[in-house]
């Protein structure tokens, strides 16, 4: 029997086996695939065929022991259910005989276990038939009823590794749910479990602890009734914990107390773990006294939260959470939510007590979900005799009213640093919408913003959690995208290691994939939602929306790489491109012209508007009259030649600036929405192979069908906005000015000016002049994107070219539009 079977098989039956909650074709295959490898049963005399099996089952378990079982449970759930009402039940019966030749080969592997050469490979092989049998007991405990009493020595199991450990602790899970179920046991034997459990929970760590007690729970509320036997054992660690509370209140300092830190770490958890099996409040345990227990217990963990070591701190947080399952109505106590809610909001409270809390809460959630399934399943037996509906109503009642409590704390936990904080604030999360305790709208910004974490397994959680709730209600995810894309920056920014890196919204990988594309692919498929959406993100560039930079780049990152299906959507990001483009533009320009100091001079002599827009495009009134009144195309044509007349330009507007550089700064900061708007245009237009002139055709309004074309996507280009980059690592926005930096911004200003000057085509332009005034605009975008991009506007077509319609370029054609 100690043959291995092959890793491949192995290895297959895992990947197998994973799909088990898969769509229902599937589902339906793995569930067929395993009945037929695994519960079929075998002919009595084939040991060989039942040897493999068994050695197939615990070496798949084993190999899943860092993921989860979950998907054993699922797989046994899904087959004994399906022949619920069968007459013939071929999975039952092998079940039973699984189980039956589980418990064999466990006895030969504790026999074999003295071989020294074997020890390490039977020791592996006997945790996974222990743990095989556990996860039998969880679905149907009736298959161990009988094996019971030969499971009970594996208690006394002296531990000196890891494996010897998970023994005890599975024995003590099976033991669990089985002994309950046991008809008439005898008194030894359920005594010798007491005396074993107790041992147990006096000499091991916290793992051993928790599942002894809870085993001790089951045995002796349910079978035994030993009630003072739990009692004096509570009263150990009791009266322990309070002796080092008097000890600590009189001299905090105490040698005494620091000597004791073991004693009081066990005592802090296991009282909370006796209290969270055992309601010690019942007269069964404390007889006629009117001392609350539940309060001593409190008031007792409660002043130890507050103590100067976080292990102590620690271990008294996981005994309140202990003891809030049994009594949760202790967390609507005010020195609780004070301690909760503070942990969890201070930035610089320690991440350990964080976590902590936040699985107090998920432990919670989970016994809750666990009584609520129980609730249903006795529900459903005596359905027909009486209405027990109430008391799950009154249970969820409760776990609500404590949700919404500690919600807004939890979810903010979400923009921590540490990956395992926001780990247990998603879990928690999940299990609270699952139990729908609150109403699902408040989530979804967070639920977006988490499904851009770097962690995979985090995005599919959020994901599938945003899946659920658009199932169930329509919109909601369209109402709050917007705030999820912004509160989805605002995650990353807290993740973000070097602060010096801008947020980028793009995964670095090869893909280069939108960090909300997900996001995008949900509300895509509706026409109305996907254009709000998007006309939303755009209105941020708006120079009136005060956007900080790194947030938009953020979002062009974003549109730059959304996973866009139908050439529609990009054209019509471009058409609101160029709409905000001449507005934005033109109020910036304007804002930086009246900064400027005017010459008196040229101010005395009133100027015809050719002479006013020819003298702005210096930039000031020092141009000389003759250079002033040369006709505008003649003008446009010379600059775009000629980079001596660039430098007087840009020494005439050195000249006018004030003495104060913050317009300048101002402009600075605001050109960048519109730079990245250009940018990002030039992208799509890359990405996608668009002409000028079809994108200036392109019209929101005609039919969808018009522009139903699958993209045909462009390898290898990638978005990458150089100016915004060097603008926010620069710190430009906080940097002193100095005369190179000035040169620059009034250098891009120049450009910008000559941009929204060739951002409409002439009306009556000759065919000789289309050249100038593209390449014009052609070579402004070049300086101001820093080179390269525009090249692409020549990207179009002769057939393109010829069509008139294309002679302003690609930002063309917005107001005549």
């Known amino acids: 029997i100690e043959q291995p079977t092959f890793p491949k098989i192995t290895e297959m039956c895992v990947k197998m086996i994973r799909r088990v909650n898969d769509e229902e074709g599937i589902k339906k295959l793995v569930n067929e695939t395993f009945q037929k490898l695994w519960f079929t049963p075998t002919p009595h005399h084939d040991k060989e065929a039942m040897t493999r099996k068994i050695l197939n089952i615990t070496d798949v378990v084993a190999a899943c022991r860092d993921t989860g079982y979950d998907w054993f449970e699922q797989l046994l759930q899904n087959l004994l259910k399906s022949e619920e009402d069968a007459s013939y039940k071929p999975v039952k019966k092998a079940c039973t005989q699984l189980v039956d030749n589980l418990v064999e080969h466990i006895l030969k592997y504790e026999e074999s276990l003295s071989d020294s050469d074997n020890k390490g490979v039977n020791s592996g092989r006997l945790v996974a038939c222990i743990t095989t049998l556990f996860l039998f007991s969880k679905i149907r405990p009736q298959l161990m009823v009988k094996h019971a009493m030969t499971m009970q020595p594996y208690l006394t199991t002296k531990c000196s590794t890891q494996n010897d450990f998970m023994v005890i602790c599975n024995v003590a899970k099976i033991l669990e749910l089985v002994v309950p179920l046991m008809e008439h046991p005898s008194e030894t034997f359920l005594a010798t479990i007491e005396e074993d459990l107790m041992k147990l929970i006096i000499k091991y760590g916290m793992t051993v602890v928790q599942h002894c007690v809870s085993c001790l729970g089951a045995v002796v509320n349910k079978v035994t009734q030993n009630y003072k036997f739990v009692w004096a054992c509570f009263n150990r660690y009791y009266g322990a914990l309070s002796k080092l509370k008097s000890q600590h209140q009189e001299d905090p300092n105490s040698t005494i107390v620091t000597a004791n830190k073991p004693a009081l770490l066990r005592s802090l958890f ?332 040229k101010e005395k002599k009133p100027l015809s508007d050719e002479e006013t827009e020819s003298d702005s495009n210096s930039g000031s009134g020092s141009e000389s009259e003759e250079e002033a009144s040369k006709p505008r195309r003649v003008r446009k044509r010379a600059d775009s030649e000629s980079d001596s007349d660039e430098e007087n330009d840009i020494n005439a507007v050195m000249k006018c600036l004030p003495e104060n550089s913050a317009p300048l700064i101002e402009f600075a900061n605001v050109s960048q929405g519109i730079l990245l708007l250009l940018m990002l245009k030039q992208h799509l237009k890359n990405l996608c192979g668009f002409s000028d002139s079809k994108i200036q055709k392109y019209s929101p309004s005609e039919s969808a069908k018009v522009y139903d074309k699958a993209i045909n996507r462009k390898t290898g280009v990638h978005f990458h906005p150089k100016q915004t980059l060097d603008f926010l690592r620069s710190d430009m926005a906080n940097s002193k000015i100095t005369e190179e930096v000035k040169r620059s911004i009034v250098k891009q200003y120049l450009d910008f000016k000559l941009l929204m000057e060739h951002l409409d085509p002439d009306e009556e332009e000759e065919d000789g002049e289309v050249s100038a005034s593209t390449n014009a605009r052609n070579k402004a975008i070049t300086s101001l994107l820093g080179g390269g991009s525009p090249k692409n506007n020549a990207a179009e077509t002769e057939d393109d070219e010829s069509d008139g319609e294309d002679r302003g370029g690609g930002t063309s054609g917005v107001r005549r539009r």
Request: glycine letters at 4%; a neutral charge; one cysteine or more.
């Open 270 to 601: 296991t009282v909370g773990a006796l209290c969270r099996h055992f309601d010690f409040d019942q007269e069964d345990f404390k007889g006629n006294s009117k001392v609350n227990i539940k309060d001593k217990v409190l008031e007792l963990l409660m002043y130890f939260t507050k103590h100067s070591d976080e292990e102590v701190q620690t271990k008294a947080i996981i005994g309140l959470g202990f003891a809030f399952i049994q009594h949760p109505s202790l967390m609507f106590e005010q020195e609780v939510k004070t301690l909760y809610n503070s942990i969890l909001s201070d930035k610089n409270c320690s991440v350990n007590l964080k976590i902590q809390v936040l699985k107090n809460l998920q432990t919670y959630l989970q016994e809750e979900d666990t009584r609520m399934q129980q609730a249903d399943r006795d529900w459903k037996k005596v359905a027909k005799q009486e209405d027990l509906k109430e008391m799950g109503d009154i249970s969820s009642g409760m776990s609500s009213s404590i949700m919404q409590l500690y919600l807004k704390q939890v979810l903010e936990a979400f923009f921590h640093t540490q990956s395992s904080v926001r780990h247990f604030a998603l879990n928690v999360i999940a299990l609270t919408l699952n139990q729908g305790l609150i109403h699902p709208v408040q989530c979804v910004p967070y639920l977006i913003a988490m499904g851009t974490d770097p962690e995979p397994s985090m995005r599919n959680k959020a994901d599938q959690q945003l899946v659920e709730i658009d199932k169930k209600y329509a919109g909601f995810i369209h109402m709050k995208a917007v705030a999820g894309m912004k509160m989805s920056y605002q995650v990353q920014q807290a993740i973000n290691t070097c602060p010096k890196d801008p947020v980028r919204g793009f995964r670095h990988d090869e893909s280069s994939s939108a960090l909300c594309s997900h996001l995008y692919s949900m509300i895509r498929g509706n026409r109305q939602h996907r254009r709000a959406f998007l006309i939303s993100l755009l209105n941020l560039f708006d120079d009136t929306a005060k956007t900080e930079v790194n947030m938009l780049l953020y979002i062009a990152d974003n549109l730059a790489c959304f996973p866009y299906q139908t050439q529609e959507e990009p054209l019509f990001i471009m058409h609101h491109i160029d709409i905000t483009l001449s507005v934005s533009g033109s109020n910036l320009l304007q804002s930086f012209k009246e900064s400027m100091v005017k010459d008196k001079k």
